[in-house]
């Protein structure tokens, strides 16, 4: 059974603090509220056995110690019903030698996708299902990507998102466009007019990551 905090769609949107569900998954029961204290990936696909949902699933299981040693979570979420489930990660496995390591949960209502905004709240099926959520060790939504059914996620991008976000989490140093781990970064801009003084660049001065 599907529990969650709140019962009518709305947007979700950076900074906003993530609601939290309890529901069944492939990793027994879980709630969002158990991932706090690390970064955690929350996403949907549209349905299980289909084509650009596997080459995803397949993808996340070949990056999956990536994520981990990025002390990162991931949770997947779709319509499908759990035995579903089940059936299409053993196939993952028997066909492609991928193993699903992280919770897919069930939601055969919509009722989670409806809650967290990944479909409209009148919507009759889950083509649009295909969002993902960072959120930080606090519950707080940090960034969030959206993809129609027919359009399948970068998996490196999402490790690029990741790393981009535990880089500017102090609030110390912004990302540049493009910017990939171990890249230089930017500084923040100065507070006020007297701390720029005679740096011409201060709006692009690059500095290493510490």
Known sequence: MIETQQTA????????????????????????????????IFFSHPADFTPVCTTEFIALADKADQFAAMRC????????????????????????????????????????GKAFGMIGENAVDSTAMRT????????????????PHNVG?????????????????????????????????LDTPPASASDIGTDEDWFCKRVKPA
């Open 153 to 185: 996620r970068s998996v490196d991008e999402m490790i690029r998102i990741l790393a981009a976000l535990q880089t500017v989490a102090d609030g110390t140093v912004l990302t540049p466009e493009g910017w990939q781990p171990g890249d230089d970064v």
């Open 132 to 147: 993902s959520y960072f959120i930080d060790p606090e519950g707080i939504i940090r960034a969030t990507t959206c993809y």
């Open 73 to 112: 979570a991931l949770v997947g979420l779709s319509v499908d019903s759990l035995y579903s489930h089940l059936a299409w990660i053993r196939v993952i496995k028997e066909q492609y030698g991928a193993d699903i390591t992280f919770p897919i949960v069930e939601d055969p209502s919509m009722a989670v």
């Open 9 to 40: 769609t709305v947007i979700m949107r950076i900074g906003d603090q993530i609601p939290d569900f309890e529901a069944r998954t492939t990793q027994g029961t879980i709630k969002l509220s158990d991932y706090r204290g690390r970064w955690l």
